[in-house]
C-alpha cells in the first residue's frame, strides 16, 4: 500500500497521488475527511492505526484531493465555490473508485480517484448551500442542498451537464441511493422520502412514492450500514438512529456517551469491526459547526488532528 506520513497541514504534498490499495486478500477500510481548514479532502490509514499513533501531527495520509489544484475545474471558480468542503463519499462503480463530494459554496463534483480529474462537476452558487451528493447506476448524479431541494443531474450526458430534474424538501442534507429498491432516499428537516427515478438518462424524473416522518427534527447524516445492508444510518438535532425500510421503522442508537449523540454531521460502520465513526461539531470559535476530532465508538476512541476544520468523516474501502 501507498504510505506517506506527513503533517496534515502538509497534505498538499500529496495532491495527485493514487488512493491506497489494501493487500491481496485483505480488506481494509480507512477514513476519508471532509477538511474546511485546509479546503482539502484527504484518507488517513486504517481506523486502528489512527487511533495507536503516537506523535503530535504525523499521520500516514494515502491520498488527498483539492478543488483549488485541480485545473479541469478552474472554468467552476474554485477560489469561491470550493468554500467549506462538507461532504467525501467513495463510491465504485464498473472498477474505477470516484470521490462524491460538495462544498457550501457551491461546488459539486464526482472525481476519479485514479487521476484526479472530474467525471463531473457543477458550481451552483452559494446561496443554495449543497451538503450531500450521490452517483446513480446510470451516471447521473444527485445533489441535495439546504436550501430545500434535491436535484438530479443528467451527469451521463457530459461533464459539464447541467440538465437536472428538481424535487422540494426543506432542509434537506442527506442523498443515499439503495440499489436494491432501485429508490433514492432524501433527509430533510422533518421527513426521510423516498424518490422513483424515472423518464431516461438525458431527462429523468423523480416522484416521491414513500415519506417517513423523522422522530426527531433536523436530519442531517444519511448513509447506508455497511455491515448489514439494508438498514440506513441517519442523525438528527438530538440523536441518531437506524431507519429500516422494509419494516419502516426508526430505532434510536445509543453510545457510551449520550452527549455524543447529538449534533452529529456524519455517522457509519466499519463492515468487518463493527465500529462506528462520528464526527460532531465543537461549537468552539473559529468554525462553529466543525472540529479536530474523529471519534470512534464500540470500543470508544478520539483522535484530535491538530489544525483542522472537520465536518465530516466517512469509512472509505481500501482497494
Known amino acids: 500500500m501507498l504510505r506517506r506520513t506527513l503533517s496534515v497541514l502538509g497534505l498538499a ?19 476519508v ?18 487511533m495507536a499513533h503516537q506523535g503530535s501531527d504525523e499521520l500516514s495520509v494515502v491520498w488527498s484531493w483539492t478543488a483549488d489544484r485541480a485545473p ?17 463519499k467513495s463510491r465504485i462503480r464498473q472498477g474505477r473508485r470516484y470521490l462524491l463530494t460538495t462544498a457550501s459554496g457551491g461546488l459539486a463534483a464526482v472525481v476519479d480517484t485514479a487521476t484526479g480529474r472530474s467525471r463531473w462537476a457543477a458550481d451552483l452558487g452559494p446561496v443554495v448551500n449543497p451538503h450531500s451528493i450521490e452517483l446513480l447506476p446510470d451516471g447521473n448524479v444527485a445533489v441535495v442542498a439546504s436550501g430545500g431541494w434535491v436535484r438530479l443531474y443528467a451527469a451521463s450526458q457530459g461533464p459539464r451537464a447541467t440538465a437536472y430534474t428538481e424535487f422540494g424538501l426543506p432542509g434537506a442534507h442527506g442523498v443515499l441511493w439503495d440499489g436494491p429498491s432501485g429508490l433514492l432516499w432524501v433527509l430533510g428537516d422533518e421527513a426521510l ?12 424524473t423523480l416522484t416521491a412514492v414513500r415519506t417517513a416522518p423523522l422522530p426527531d427534527r433536523g436530519g442531517h447524516d444519511l448513509a447506508p450500514v455497511l455491515a448489514a445492508p439494508g438498514p440506513f444510518w441517519l442523525s438528527t438535532l438530538r440523536g441518531l438512529w437506524q431507519y429500516d425500510p422494509a419494516a ?4 434510536p442508537v445509543h453510545l457510551a456517551d449520550p452527549a455524543a449523540e447529538r449534533d452529529v454531521k456524519s455517522i457509519g460502520d466499519d463492515p468487518g469491526t463493527g465500529r462506528l465513526l462520528t464526527v460532531a461539531p465543537d461549537h468552539l470559535a473559529p468554525c462553529d ?13 478520539v483522535r484530535t488532528l491538530r489544525g483542522t476544520r472537520l ?9
Open 248 to 251: 419502516d421503522r426508526f430505532t
Open 193 to 204: 422520502v423516498a424518490l422513483r427515478v424515472g423518464g431516461t438518462p438525458a431527462a429523468p
Open 33 to 50: 475527511v471532509a477538511d474546511q481548514g485546509s479546503r482539502r479532502v484527504f484518507v488517513l490509514e486504517s481506523a486502528e492505526e489512527l
Open 13 to 31: 504534498l500529496l495532491f495527485g497521488t493514487p488512493a491506497g490499495r489494501a493487500e491481496a486478500g485483505a480488506q481494509r477500510w480507512q477514513v
Open 72 to 88: 479541469d475545474l478552474a472554468d467552476l471558480s474554485p477560489a469561491s465555490s470550493w468554500t467549506g468542503p462538507d461532504e467525501a
Open 289 to 301: 459547526w466543525c472540529t479536530s476530532a474523529i471519534r470512534l465508538h464500540r470500543p470508544e476512541g
Open 311 to 319: 465536518y465530516k468523516a466517512r469509512w472509505w474501502e481500501a482497494q
